[in-house]
C-alpha cells in the first residue's frame, strides 16, 4: 500500500504526463460546445481518486464535497468516501482532475483483472466522440498516454477496486457496449 507521499508522487508524474495532451489534433470542444465542462444536468460532476485530493486541496475554482460511504456506495477499497467535485467551467488546463483529462476514455476491468480502454458509455448522453464511436479518430498519442497514466494508477489497490467496480456497474447498464 502507498503512503500518502507515495500517492502524491504518483499523481505528480500522472499529472505531469497527461497535462497537454487531447483527444483530438483540434479541439474536440468545439464539436459540443464544450458541454463535460458545463452543468449539463443538474449536480453533475466527477469524483476524484484516491490521493488526488492531495494535489487539489488548494484550488478555489474547485468545489469539494466529502461523500461518506455511509450515504453512498463506494467500492470496498475507499474504507471513509470519497471527494466529490465540480468547477465554474474556467479550470487551469494544468490542474483539471484526472477524470477530465482521461474522457472520454476510460479503464474497463474484467473479472480476470486484464483491463482495456474503452469509450465511456456512461458519456453516451454528452460527447459526440462516444455517440458516433470516434475511438479510431482519436489520436493515437493520446491513447498511448492514457495507456501509460491507467497502468501505473492501477497499481494502487484503491483505484484497481474502483476501475473493477465501475465496469461492473457498466456492463449491467450497457449490456449492448458489451
Ligand atoms: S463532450 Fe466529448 S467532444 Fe465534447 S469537449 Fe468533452 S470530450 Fe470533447
Ligand atoms: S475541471 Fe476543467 S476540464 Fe474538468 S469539467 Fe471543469 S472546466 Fe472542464
Redesign the pocket.
Known amino acids: 500500500m502507498l503512503s500518502e507521499a507515495g500517492l502524491e508522487r504518483l499523481w505528480r508524474e500522472i499529472y505531469d504526463l497527461t497535462g497537454e495532451i487531447t483527444?483530438?489534433h483540434s479541439?474536440?470542444?468545439e464539436?459540443?460546445?464544450?458541454?463535460?465542462?458545463q452543468d449539463w444536468e443538474e449536480g453533475v460532476g466527477i469524483y476524484l481518486y484516491p490521493g488526488e485530493e492531495i494535489l487539489l486541496s488548494g484550488e478555489s475554482w474547485l468545489r469539494r464535497t466529502w461523500h461518506d460511504t455511509r450515504n453512498y456506495t463506494f467500492p470496498t477499497a475507499w474504507d471513509r468516501g470519497a471527494w466529490f467535485v465540480t468547477c465554474d467551467a474556467r479550470c487551469p488546463r494544468e490542474m483539471r482532475p484526472f477524470g477530465c483529462r482521461t474522457?472520454?476514455l476510460t479503464a474497463d476491468m474484467s473479472e480476470d483483472g486484464s483491463w482495456r480502454l474503452i469509450l465511456d458509455p456512461n458519456?453516451l448522453p454528452?460527447?459526440?466522440?462516444?455517440k458516433t464511436d470516434a475511438r479510431f479518430q482519436l489520436r493515437a498519442s493520446f491513447r498511448n498516454t492514457m495507456k501509460i497514466a491507467w497502468r501505473k494508477l492501477l497499481t494502487v489497490e484503491a483505484i484497481r477496486n474502483d476501475v473493477l467496480a465501475s465496469s461492473r456497474r457498466r456492463r449491467m447498464r450497457y449490456p449492448q457496449e458489451y
Open positions: 483527444p483530438l479541439d474536440c470542444g464539436l459540443c460546445d464544450s458541454i463535460c465542462c474522457f472520454p458519456g454528452i460527447c459526440p466522440l462516444i
